[in-house]
Structure formats: C-alpha cells, structure tokens
C-alpha cells in the first residue's frame, strides 16, 4: 500500500514541515529548526506514529548537521588564524602594507563549511518534498537508527 494512501493530508504536512524546518536555521543560527522539529514530534507523538518519526527523524538529522557545521566553522576558523598569525607573529614588519597571502587562501576555503551548510539544508528540504508528495523519507544513517530506537 501507498505511503500516501496511508496517511492524511495534514500528516505529510506535519512532516514536510518538521523536515522543512531547517531553514529556519538561517535565521536562528541553526537553533529555529531544532525547536521546531522537537515541538511536532512532542504534539505529535502519541497523535500519529508518521509525523512523530519523520521529526524525530529531522530532529536528530537537524542536531547532527548543526554540530558537524560548527566543526567545520571552527575548524577553518582555526586554520584561517593560523594562516594569518604565525606568519604575522614571525615577522610583524612585513605585512604593514599587505596581509600574509595565507588570509586569501584561508577566505577561499571557507567554501568548505559554506558547501556543507547548504548540502545539509538541501539534504532536508528534498525530506520535505517527499514527505508533501506523500512518499516516504529516511536519512542515510539517521532513518535506519531511529527506526531501531
């Protein structure tokens, strides 16, 4: 049987909105997205066994991102210092004029942590489309470990 015939309406709603929910993260710092898909499955939990595994699933998928994003900030966040004060610290005098050619390497690796952002935020907005087309959606890793949870 259809996932669609399944499940009303409202339902592949819910869920489209709770996998949705990480773009809110672009105006929260990531946080918008977390609540929101926390709040359905806890309205949700007991009213419908689909909306409550689909934010759980976004939930777990939306915390998981959040913290690897970060990594990944704080990671070019350190690399990008590191190409800017060691060579500043071992010698102050050369770069009164011009930063150290590592600060224009450094600004152009931040397409790393920027590609993982929006890969993640597309990753969760195709959840949602499926889940408004009223076919099922499971996270790589995520889907398969809430299932057995």
């Not at 994003?69 to 004029?97: E, F, H, K, Q």
Request: with cysteine.
């Amino acid at each position: 049987m259809s996932e669609q015939a399944t499940t009303t309406k409202d339902e592949r709603a819910l869920a489209a909105l709770a996998h949705g929910s990480i773009l809110l993260g672009l105006f929260s710092n990531g946080l918008g997205g977390i609540v929101t898909a926390l709040v359905i499955w806890a309205v949700q939990r007991q009213k419908s066994a689909y909306v409550a595994h689909h934010a759980l699933q976004a939930l777990a998928y939306q915390v998981v991102t959040f913290l690897v994003t970060m990594l990944a900030w704080c990671c070019w966040g350190v690399l990008w210092t590191a190409m800017i004060m060691v060579p500043m610290m071992a010698n102050p005098g050369l770069y009164d004029t011009t930063p150290p050619a590592g600060m224009w390497v450094g600004l152009a690796l931040a397409i790393v942590p920027l590609g993982i952002w929006a890969l993640t935020i597309l990753y969760g907005l195709w959840g949602a489309v499926r889940c408004l087309g009223g076919r099922d959606f499971e996270y790589a890793i995520i889907g398969n470990w809430i299932k057995t949870q």
